[in-house]
C-alpha cells in the first residue's frame, strides 16, 4: 500500500438523493501521480446546483461510494507537482474545470463540454468527489492558472466560465449571418451567471438590459448599474413591455433558474438573433405557450435558440482574462458578488442558509 494514501483529510459531502445528508466525511489525501499536481484548496463557491444536491434532487457519489464531497467552484494553491508536470509551480494560485470525459466521440475530440452520451463525471456532482476538501489531486490538463491579484475573486471564474461559453457559443452560431453586428442584449437573472453575464456583455460593448423578478434597488441591481446597464423588475414590467420600448433584442442570455421565462424570451428576441438558455431546472413543470405565435416568429426571424451547459477549458481562461479586466473597467464591482464568506469547512451547515440578498456564499477552506 502507498504510504500517502493512508493519509485522509475532511470533505463536506451529501449521500446524494437523500435530503439532509449534508455531513462531513473522510476522504484520502493522495499524492499526484505523473502529470498530476495536487491542489491546496483556497475557495470554495456555493451555487443553485449544490442546493438542489444537498437537497436531494440531483448527485451521484463516485463508484462504491456512498458519499459525494461536494463543491465545483474553486480557487486554490498548486501544492505539489507529479512527474512531468512543467506548467505548474507550488505556490501558484489556480482553478480547475468541472467535468472529465466519457469516450464519446465530442470528449475524445477534446470537448467534454460537448458530451454526448452524458457519461461523463463532474467534480463534486456526478461520480467525483468535489473541491470541498483541503486538498485535491487533478490531471494537469483540466488545471487553470489564476493571476495573484484575483487572490480575493478567483472563485468566481467558474461561474464567469458559463457565460463565456454562452456567448462564445452564440457568436460561433451567428458566423451564419454576414452583417449581425450585436447591439442590444438582455439577460434574464440577477444571480451569478445573471450578473456575470451582464459584466461580460457590458465590456463587449453591447448595450445591457438585465431583468429579474424583484424590482430594485438592491445589490442586484446595483452591481448591474454600476457596469452600466439597466435593471428591470419583472414583477413591475412584463418583458413584452419592456421588449416593446427597446430596440430589436440580438442576445439574450436566459438564466433564471425557472422555465417560463423562457417562452417569453423567444417571443421577445429580435430578428436574426440567438437566444441561450442556461437554466438547468429540475423540475417537471408543464405550461401552456402560445405555440403558433412563437414558432411563427422564430421562423419568420430566423432566430436561434441554443442550449448550452458546463463550459470547456478555453471558457475558464476567457474567464480569467475578463475577470482581470473587469477589475480595470470597475474595480471591486465583480467581488460584490460574493455576499458571505464562511471560515473554514466547520461552518458547512451555514450552507444550508440562504439570507436575503445573498448573491454568492463562498467557504473560505484557509
Ligand atoms: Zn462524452
Same mark, same amino acid.
Given at each position: 500500500?502507498?504510504?500517502?494514501? @493512508?493519509?485522509?483529510?475532511?470533505?463536506?459531502?451529501?449521500?446524494?438523493?437523500?435530503?439532509?445528508?449534508?455531513?462531513?466525511?473522510?476522504?484520502?489525501?493522495?499524492?499526484?501521480?505523473?502529470?498530476?499536481?495536487?491542489?491546496?484548496?483556497?475557495?470554495?463557491?456555493?451555487? %443553485?446546483?449544490?442546493?438542489?444536491?444537498?437537497?436531494?434532487?440531483?448527485?451521484?457519489?463516485?463508484?462504491?461510494?456512498?458519499? $459525494?464531497?461536494?463543491?465545483?467552484?474553486?480557487?486554490? &494553491?498548486?501544492?505539489?507537482?507529479?512527474?512531468?508536470?512543467?506548467?505548474?509551480?507550488?505556490?501558484?494560485?489556480? @482553478?480547475?474545470?468541472?467535468?472529465?470525459?466519457?469516450?464519446?466521440?465530442?470528449?475524445?475530440?477534446?470537448?467534454?463540454?460537448?458530451?454526448?452520451?452524458?457519461?461523463?463525471?463532474?467534480?463534486?456532482?456526478?461520480?467525483?468527489?468535489?473541491?470541498?476538501?483541503?486538498?485535491?489531486?487533478?490531471?494537469?490538463?483540466?488545471?487553470?492558472?489564476?493571476?495573484?491579484?484575483?487572490?480575493?475573486?478567483?472563485?468566481?471564474?467558474?461561474?464567469?466560465? !458559463?457565460?463565456?461559453?454562452?456567448?462564445?457559443?452564440?457568436?460561433?452560431?451567428?458566423?451564419?449571418?454576414?452583417?449581425?453586428?450585436?447591439?442590444?442584449?438582455?439577460?434574464?437573472?440577477?444571480?451569478?451567471?445573471?450578473?456575470? %453575464?451582464?459584466?461580460?456583455?457590458?465590456?463587449?460593448?453591447?448595450?445591457?438590459?438585465?431583468?429579474?423578478?424583484?424590482?430594485?434597488?438592491?445589490?442586484?441591481? &446595483?452591481?448591474?448599474?454600476?457596469?452600466?446597464?439597466?435593471?428591470?423588475?419583472?414583477?413591475?414590467?412584463?418583458?413584452?413591455?419592456?421588449?416593446? &420600448?427597446?430596440?430589436?433584442?440580438?442576445?439574450?442570455?436566459?438564466?433564471?433558474?425557472?422555465?417560463?421565462? !423562457?417562452?417569453?424570451?423567444?417571443?421577445? $428576441?429580435? #430578428? #436574426?438573433?440567438?437566444?441561450?438558455?442556461?437554466?438547468?431546472?429540475?423540475?417537471?413543470?408543464?405550461?401552456?405557450?402560445?405555440?403558433?405565435?412563437?414558432?411563427?416568429? $422564430?421562423?419568420?426571424?430566423?432566430?436561434?435558440?441554443?442550449?448550452?451547459?458546463?463550459?470547456?477549458?478555453?471558457?475558464?481562461?476567457?474567464? !480569467?482574462?475578463?475577470?482581470?479586466?473587469?477589475?480595470?473597467?470597475?474595480?471591486? $464591482?465583480?467581488?460584490?458578488?460574493? @455576499?458571505?464568506?464562511?471560515?473554514?469547512?466547520?461552518?458547512?451547515?451555514?450552507?444550508?442558509?440562504?439570507?436575503?440578498?445573498?448573491?454568492?456564499?463562498?467557504?473560505?477552506?484557509?
Amino acid at each position: 500500500m502507498s504510504p500517502t494514501a @493512508t493519509a485522509v483529510q475532511p470533505g463536506v459531502a451529501v449521500h446524494p438523493g437523500q435530503p439532509n445528508s449534508l455531513h462531513v466525511t473522510e476522504i484520502p489525501r493522495q499524492a499526484p501521480g505523473p502529470g498530476e499536481v495536487r491542489i491546496r484548496i483556497r475557495h470554495v463557491g456555493v451555487c %443553485g446546483t449544490d442546493r438542489e444536491i444537498i437537497h436531494g434532487g440531483f448527485g451521484a457519489a463516485p463508484e462504491d461510494e456512498a458519499s $459525494l464531497v461536494i463543491g465545483h467552484e474553486m480557487l486554490g &494553491e498548486i501544492d505539489a507537482v507529479g512527474a512531468g508536470v512543467v506548467a505548474f509551480t507550488p505556490g501558484q494560485l489556480v @482553478t480547475a474545470t468541472v467535468r472529465r470525459p466519457d469516450g464519446c466521440p465530442a470528449c475524445a475530440a477534446g470537448q467534454p463540454d460537448m458530451c454526448q452520451w452524458l457519461r461523463y463525471a463532474e467534480r463534486g456532482i456526478v461520480g467525483m468527489h468535489g473541491f470541498m476538501t483541503e486538498a485535491v489531486v487533478e490531471d494537469a490538463r483540466w488545471v487553470v492558472p489564476v493571476p495573484p491579484e484575483l487572490s480575493d475573486i478567483g472563485v468566481l471564474i467558474e461561474p464567469i466560465s !458559463v457565460v463565456e461559453k454562452a456567448v462564445r457559443q452564440a457568436m460561433l452560431v451567428q458566423k451564419r449571418i454576414a452583417a449581425w453586428q450585436p447591439k442590444t442584449a438582455m439577460v434574464l437573472g440577477a444571480g451569478p451567471i445573471g450578473l456575470a %453575464g451582464t459584466l461580460l456583455l457590458r465590456s463587449r460593448g453591447m448595450d445591457v438590459v438585465t431583468a429579474a423578478r424583484r424590482p430594485g434597488p438592491h445589490l442586484a441591481s &446595483e452591481i448591474v448599474e454600476a457596469a452600466g446597464a439597466r435593471y428591470v423588475g419583472t414583477d413591475e414590467t412584463a418583458l413584452q413591455a419592456l421588449a416593446a &420600448e427597446l430596440p430589436p433584442l440580438d442576445l439574450i442570455v436566459e438564466a433564471t433558474g425557472s422555465s417560463e421565462p !423562457v417562452f417569453a424570451a423567444m417571443e421577445i $428576441l429580435g #430578428n #436574426n438573433g440567438v437566444l441561450v438558455l442556461l437554466s438547468g431546472t429540475g423540475g417537471n413543470r408543464e405550461l401552456t405557450v402560445p405555440a403558433d405565435a412563437i414558432n411563427r416568429s $422564430l421562423i419568420r426571424g430566423n432566430k436561434v435558440v441554443l442550449g448550452c451547459v458546463n463550459s470547456a477549458k478555453e471558457d475558464f481562461e476567457l474567464g !480569467v482574462t475578463d475577470l482581470t479586466r473587469w477589475e480595470q473597467m470597475w474595480p471591486g $464591482l465583480a467581488g460584490r458578488f460574493i @455576499t458571505r464568506r464562511l471560515s473554514g469547512l466547520g461552518a458547512y451547515e451555514q450552507i444550508l442558509e440562504t439570507p436575503a440578498g445573498d448573491i454568492k456564499t463562498v467557504v473560505e477552506v484557509r
